[in-house]
């Protein structure tokens, strides 16, 4: 059985061990040693990486109670000694990001009354689910205020073992899940925690929580937080952010959610204004088109370069207000889309008269008895259509 020296201590970062098996299963090579400081994944907590000798760790994981190593190849023969090093840095993450999980659930909990439910830890950011559904950003932001307080009192964390009787005895989040010997995670005054995972000494060493988001999943709430460097990172991310932001709008930092907002309105207004003025627009084309069909006959049909089919169905919207009977087929050469309409006496339906001869051009799309709209894979395709759905228009063989 692996002696799991990281029980022992969270902070051992090199060491000699002796290779006890060599494991290959499915193109994968594992490594069990005599004992390890590598943390195998397990609470929400990933395995370590590293290596042993000069051969990289890859994951660490546990089965069946022994911790087995995944390595990029073996390090060495059955029975030899080799030397291990952790990804310290990627370690010291993991340890921040779990004690701060402690921290903010046990927080949580004091002052919202809802336990967590789950933790995950990923490579970019830490989450909690927790027992509840509604909150406020006055309450998060008491969570956050709290967490900070409680890490600049650099609260000693400790870890030991109990029996499963003394276990019984604490005032624990839950009951462990593991018969026997139970690992305590204290946080000195505030929690005791049955845990697995690897924790810092003291709640001064985590340096900052900052909660990123908050949002309900599956009735709950999720939490989203940074700890330790990756807060820092993240404060360092958006300040600069802030800062070119502040600079380019020549605009203190502090003014510039007033100065968006202001925007907003302003975009707001331009935007009802252009809806009128494309409103006018419309119904100026609609005419113009409404007087050329009358005198060269056929159905109301035009190509446009400038204008998308969501804009072209406005179009057909103010031409089917003035024209019931006349067919219209109207194109946007910008996105290679046709559309056809007809106010509802026009004797066909479009989307079947669609589904009839888009396939000859390679043309996708449907619709309809008085709308239908297709899209082509390139402009030849389109006009070739568009000038056979004119011509059939036009000498009414669409029955």
């Keep these: 059985m692996t002696h799991k020296r990281y029980y022992d201590s969270a902070y051992s970062q090199e060491w000699t061990a002796v290779i006890q098996e060599i494991i290959s299963d499915k ?40 911790v087995l190593h995944l390595v990029e190849a073996s390090p060495g023969e059955q029975g030899s000694k080799v030397s291990c090093r952790l990804d310290w840095e990627r370690r010291f993450d993991h340890m921040q990001q779990h ?81 026997g010997e139970v690992r305590i995670v204290e946080i000195e005054g ?88 494309r409103q006018q627009l419309d119904d100026y084309i609609a005419q113009e088109l409404l007087h050329e069909t009358v005198h060269a006959g056929g159905p109301i049909a035009k190509l446009f370069t400038d204008r998308t089919v969501k804009e072209l169905q406005s179009l057909a919207t103010a031409l089917t207000a003035r024209n019931l009977q006349l067919p219209i087929l109207l194109g946007s050469l910008t996105e290679f889309k046709l559309l056809l309409a007809h106010g509802g006496e026009a004797g066909f339906s479009c989307g079947v008269l669609f589904k009839e001869i888009l396939p000859a051009f390679g043309g996708r799309g449907g619709g309809n008895d008085r709308l239908a709209q297709a899209g082509f894979a390139a402009e030849s395709e389109l006009n070739a259509c568009y000038d056979m759905l004119k011509q059939r228009l036009s000498n009414h063989e669409i029955q």
Excluded at 145 to 174: C, D, G, H, M, Q
Excluded at 219 to 224: A, E, F, P, Q, V
């Design 99 to 179: 004690s701060g999980q402690h921290l903010l659930s046990a927080t949580v909990l004091d002052l919202l009354g809802a336990a967590t439910l789950s933790f995950h830890l990923g490579d970019e950011y830490a989450t909690i689910d927790v027992e509840r559904a509604e909150w406020t950003q006055q309450e998060l932001d008491g969570v956050e205020r709290e967490v900070n307080l409680r890490i600049v009192r650099n609260l000693p964390i400790k870890s030991y073992f109990v029996s499963s009787e003394e276990a019984a005895n604490l005032p624990l989040v839950k009951a462990p899940s593991v018969e």
């Design 190 to 277: 505030i929690e005791y925690n049955a845990c697995g995972g690897t924790h810092v000494s003291a709640t001064g060493e985590l340096g900052l929580l900052k909660l990123l988001r908050a949002e309900k999943q599956k009735g709950h709430l999720r939490l989203t937080f940074k700890t330790g460097l990756r807060a820092l990172d993240e404060f360092v991310t958006q300040t600069k952010i802030l800062a070119t932001l502040s600079s380019k709008l020549s605009t203190p930092k502090e003014e510039l959610l007033e100065r968006l907002e202001k925007w907003t309105e302003e975009d707001r207004r331009k935007q009802t204004e252009l809806n009128a003025l």
């Design 27 to 66: 193109n994968r090579v594992y490594v069990r040693l005599d004992e390890t400081f590598f943390y195998p994944e397990g609470g929400g907590q990933p395995g370590d990486s590293g290596w042993i000798g000069e051969v990289r760790v890859l994951d660490t994981s546990s089965q069946n109670g022994e």
